[in-house]
Nanobody, 122 residues
Framework: QVQLVESGGDSVQAGGSLRLSCVVS??????LGWFRQAPGKEREGIASIVKDGIITYADSVKGRFTISQDHAKTYLYLQMNSLKSEDTAMYYCAGGLYGWPPSLNSRDYVYWGQGTQVTVSS
């Protein structure tokens, strides 16, 4: 079993930065990812990291967001730069059992945090 608890969501102005954190309890996972869901929209996978370090980004955040883990793999981070109003959403940390192939599909993830809200004002 893996438990995930996100933090770091806030309200920021467009162009600003935020870092989301996720405490990861347990190691029964093959992949960790960040997802987001805006009101009225489907949940979108935006970044994932496999246990061996392979990283995948959605085109919508590539070059602006960075996913990382600390050395002890206790924390999962999402550094978000150059934020846009369209980044406004609830952000979720998630874990999947299998690390290959790397996935940004929510159906491949079985562990979910409760979410943290990010609001970007223009």
């Amino acid at each position: 079993q893996v438990q995930l608890v996100e933090s770091g969501g806030d309200s920021v102005q467009a162009g600003g930065s935020l870092r989301l954190s996720c405490v990861v309890s347990g190691d029964n996972y093959g992949i960790l990812g960040w997802f987001r869901q805006a009101p009225g929209k489907e949940r979108e996978g935006i970044a994932s990291i496999v246990k061996d370090g392979i990283i995948t980004y959605a085109d919508s955040v590539k070059g602006r967001f960075t996913i990382s883990q600390d050395h002890a793999k206790t924390y999962l981070y999402l550094q978000m730069n150059s934020l846009k109003s369209e980044d406004t959403a609830m952000y979720y940390c998630a874990g999947g059992l299998y690390g290959w192939p790397p996935s940004l599909n929510s159906r491949d993830y079985v562990y979910w945090g409760q979410g943290t809200q990010v609001t970007v004002s223009s």
